[in-house]
């Protein structure tokens, strides 16, 4: 069944690859297609997106051969971002299953063959969403963006990392402050299994960043 955007507005972001297009996804401002908040584009995401073309041009960031697992990934403007400008990786974006249908679709207007949708949820306790490719093959680079919005999210998320995330695993968080007591408890859970550094400014895309969107990169301890 084709997927309907009545009750969407797409959204453009530049990216600085030469030879790519804009990425353009479509995005539920109003709530009206009833998917929740992983249905808009919010700013944490877009600071996301742009750190990763920032440091792709700057010759930082080279991810050839690599896989790489967003969660949380909602329209897909993270994702879509770092599968158009590093063509030679595979992007494996995933959330609830309620959010697949838009999120197949961003992934198919963008063209972007290295990416693929799939459900996952961090908060469903089952073993199962772990228990297959992902524990016996486990990510490069996983990505987070604006995935703390929540106390509730916490601690699954937290587990779900540590679950996922191997010895040589990238983990790249990125969040907008709006409860910093409550955000600081995901970062004491995050630190038991993890190290972590924040990445400042000077690193970032020198327009597309904000003092109230934070940047973190991780590994296992």
Not at 215 to 220: A, D, M, Q, S, T
Request: charged fraction near 25%; aromatic fraction near 8%.
């Amino acid at each position: 069944m084709p997927f309907d955007t009545n009750n969407y507005i797409e959204y453009e972001l530049e990216i600085s690859r030469n030879e790519a297009s804009p990425v353009r996804v479509l995005q539920d401002a109003t709530g009206a297609s009833r998917c929740g908040v992983g249905s808009t584009v919010w700013d944490a995401g877009l600071v996301m997106a742009k750190y990763l073309d920032h440091q792709t041009q700057s010759g930082n960031l080279d991810l050839s051969g690599k896989t790489v697992l967003e969660l949380g990934s909602g329209t897909g403007i993270v994702g879509i971002t770092l599968a158009k400008l590093q063509p030679e990786c595979t992007v494996i974006l995933t959330d609830k299953d309620e959010l697949m249908p838009l999120l197949k679709h961003n992934i198919e207007v963008n063209s972007c063959k290295n990416a693929a949708a799939e459900t996952l949820d961090w908060c469903d306790s089952s073993e199962k969403q772990l228990s297959g490719r992902w524990e016996k093959s486990l990510p490069d680079v996983i990505l987070v963006s604006d995935g703390i919005w929540s106390s509730e999210l916490h601690k699954p998320l937290a587990d779900t990392l540590a679950r996922l995330a191997g010895e040589h695993t990238r983990v790249l968080i990125g969040y907008e402050t709006r409860k910093f007591d409550e955000e600081a408890k995901f970062v004491a859970l995050w630190s038991q299994a993890f190290r972590f550094w924040d990445i400042k400014p000077k690193d970032q895309h020198p327009v597309m960043q904000s003092e109230d969107i934070y940047l973190f990169e991780g590994k296992r301890k």
